[in-house]
């Protein structure tokens, strides 16, 4: 995992967040068990190439004023635009050397399926595992192999990922859940077939027609 390093500036209560944004600078802050919080302001176009890397599992250098000390942190929360999606704040969370942090990493499907070239569909399940570990083992994302689906369905659970038990503890899965499945594709006679419509009860059928004369009539 290399270091992604983000410069900020620390930002003064008189300094207004509206204005802050009208000049392509975002609001923000840091904070942590050991870290005060620290009001920030960072330039737009520089948190948007590092959120493109870092996600929310990535250690970012928070380079506050070019401090010789910089922050280990995580990207907590954002907000954005609703329109533009720009970002409108963002929250860091500092991080405590040797005590595990909880967060999601996201899955890279790698390789391809002969299942999926066979007419199986692809459906995935998880896109991404909540984990605790120290923040030196974290990385990037981890890998789902789709060689692995070779028949139609075929699935890759979470043990069939290879995480290792030692370094990650994962939340809310189990090692039988389905990661990602081969699915039967849909039956072409399935989407061709008649749509059936159900049986008027006896006599419906001439209520309906004469309904339809006196509408007429009318």
């Not at 999926?116 to 990385?139: F, H, Q, T, W, Y």
């Not at 039967?184 to 419906?204: C, F, N, V």
């Amino acid at each position: 995992m290399k270091d992604l390093v983000l410069k900020a500036q620390k930002r003064t209560s008189e300094e207004n967040s509206r204005d802050l944004r009208a000049t392509r600078i975002v609001p923000a802050v840091v904070y942590g068990k050991t870290q005060e919080a620290i009001s920030l302001k960072i330039d737009a176009s520089d948190l948007l190439r590092m959120y493109r890397t870092a996600w929310e599992s990535h250690i970012i250098l928070l380079d506050v004023e070019g401090e010789k000390e910089k922050i280990e942190v995580l990207i907590h929360d954002s907000q954005k635009e609703p329109v533009s999606g720009e970002f409108i704040h963002m929250d860091f969370f500092a991080l405590t050397r040797g005590e595990k942090l909880t967060t999601k990493i996201s899955l890279n499907f790698i390789n391809d399926s002969a299942a999926v070239k066979a007419g199986a569909l692809l459906n995935e399940n998880v896109k991404e595992i909540e984990v605790s570990c120290l923040p030196r083992d974290l990385v990037d994302s981890f890998e789902v192999d789709l060689s692995q689906l070779k028949e139609i369905e075929d699935v890759i659970r979470l043990s069939d990922l290879g995480i290792d038990t030692e370094k990650f503890d994962v939340h809310n899965l189990h090692d039988e859940d389905a990661i990602v499945v081969a699915g039967k594709p849909a039956k072409i006679e399935d989407l061709d077939a008649p749509i059936e419509t159900p049986d008027l009860p006896e006599g419906a059928e001439e209520k309906t027609d004469d309904a339809a004369e006196e509408t007429k009539e009318a």
